[in-house]
């Protein structure tokens, strides 16, 4: 094994008109631009789920505020924790994801100074933004080379004390495809298993002393080595990683990046469905150990893309089963839309409630196995915070609504009963 008050009233706040950011599994996102009036711009499907049906979607629809009623205008709800608080009292740190639109924005940064001290990169350290093609083809290695936007993000974290993710090294996805082929070059033809493997250490290598030179390695506690490498049937995702180097370039990314990655970064298999995956996984990160039987890896990531109907049951079995080969088990995507995956339910009272109670059970629930030594789970990562900039906008996902107004899911995760949406 590697070593390794604020006073809220539930008012709209008028002050508050701009929201925050975030990735569809397995495919690429891009920043969506927020006006006071614009609504959100439809983000793609995400992949389907085992209880996927032939029905066709609803309507899609832009999340809207709960209704207010003329009692809870008068109520002032006091709140005297923070997000943070909350997982800090069960030894887990508290994430969330950070875009360049989200730096740019005040009230966005305001909240996670206040609610969070560990950040993923939604997007600028995947792939297809640290590899620089120009600059392989002259080097005839690959090369990784960070863009400004990058460096501001690095460095932001660093000025503000945040413990860092990495997201992520080897994916399908985002992913240049010139760096499988020879001369970096699509015109050509694939490389070879040899010299694809030596490309992935290269990089990885590269990865991990690019930060270290830059100042910015110590920040980071934890690196998604490998990002959805598995199909919901069981089998491997044909990725050109897989194409080019074979079934065991799974194996060879974590013995790269346990070479290279110092030891206090714990390095992570990342997925979504994961709850559909259980078996999958558990044999998977089984095979991830050296010659010695150490295992390579340190935890396995939960993206927790989940919905109001998903079986909570369900879920925790899979939290505990991968728990039990005593790896971390990490939530580090997490969103609870509305509804279910084929039918995408209305923001109204009712299914707000809904949210609010699924987001306090599910908590709830993830303290009692840490808390009883049935996972190990060191932090929980909110994949953003404002439904007007989740990457899942229009099915309502986050913890508030339009201006920053708290939602019951927002008083489920602060394990607020009262206000998470229970009826007495």
């Known amino acids: 094994m590697r070593k390794k008050k604020i006073l809220l009233f539930a008012v709209v706040l008028a002050m508050f008109m701009t929201a925050c950011g975030s990735k569809e599994p397995g495919e690429a996102t891009a920043e969506p ?3 006071q009036e614009a609504e959100a711009t439809p983000t793609p499907t995400p992949e389907a789920t085992p209880e996927t049906t032939e029905k066709e979607p609803e309507k899609e629809v832009v999340s809207t505020p709960a209704p207010v009623t003329e009692e809870k205008k008068e109520e002032e709800i006091i709140v005297t924790e923070t997000l943070g608080s909350v997982l800090a009292a069960h030894n887990m740190k508290a994430g969330t994801c950070l875009s360049e639109q989200m730096l740019n924005n005040k009230k966005c940064t305001d909240f996670i100074l206040e609610n969070f001290n560990s950040i993923t990169f939604e997007n600028h350290l995947k792939p297809d933004y640290i590899l620089d093609q120009k600059a392989s083809k002259a080097a005839g290695d690959i090369v990784v080379k960070f863009s400004d936007a990058t460096v501001n993000m690095l460095k932001w974290c660093a000025d503000n004390g945040m413990a860092v993710r990495g997201h992520t090294l ?20 694939m490389v070879s298993r040899d010299v694809m493997l030596a490309r992935m250490e290269s990089y990885i290598r590269q990865t991990f002393e690019l930060l270290e030179d830059m100042g910015y390695l110590e920040m980071f ?13 069981g089998t491997k995702r044909n990725s050109k990683w897989l194409q080019t180097i074979g079934e065991d370039y799974l194996w060879q990314a974590f013995y790269f990046a346990d070479k290279y990655a110092p030891d206090y970064i714990d390095l992570y298999y990342n997925d979504f469905n994961e709850q559909f995956k259980t078996e999958t996984l558990y044999n998977f990160v089984q095979t991830l150990v050296d010659e010695d039987g150490n295992y390579l890896i340190d935890g396995v990531g939960f993206q927790a893309h989940l919905y109001t109907e998903d079986d909570l049951e369900q879920y925790f079995h899979t939290v505990e089963r991968l728990g039990s080969t005593g790896l971390k088990v990490c939530l580090t995507e997490l ?14 009272e009712e299914n707000l409630k809904a949210q609010g109670q699924h987001y ?12 009883e030594g049935k996972v190990n789970m060191d932090s929980l990562t909110y994949w953003g915070f404002v439904d007007q900039l989740s990457w899942r906008r229009e099915r309502s996902p986050m913890l508030l609504g339009a201006a920053f107004k708290p939602k019951y899911a927002y008083y489920g995760a ?5 206000y998470a949406g229970f009826d007495e």
């Open 360 to 371: 306090y059970n599910l908590l709830n629930g993830l303290f009692a196995l840490a808390d």
């Open 170 to 189: 080897i994916w399908h996805s985002q992913t240049p495809d010139w760096i499988f082929y020879e001369g970096f070059d699509t015109k050509n033809e």
């Open 335 to 348: 969103d609870i839309c509305l509804g279910s995956y084929p039918i995408i339910k209305q923001p109204t």
């Open 414 to 418: 602060l394990q607020m009963k009262e």
């Open 221 to 233: 506690y934890a690196y998604d080595v490998v990002n959805e490498a598995w199909e919901d049937n």
């Open 33 to 35: 631009s927020v006006s």
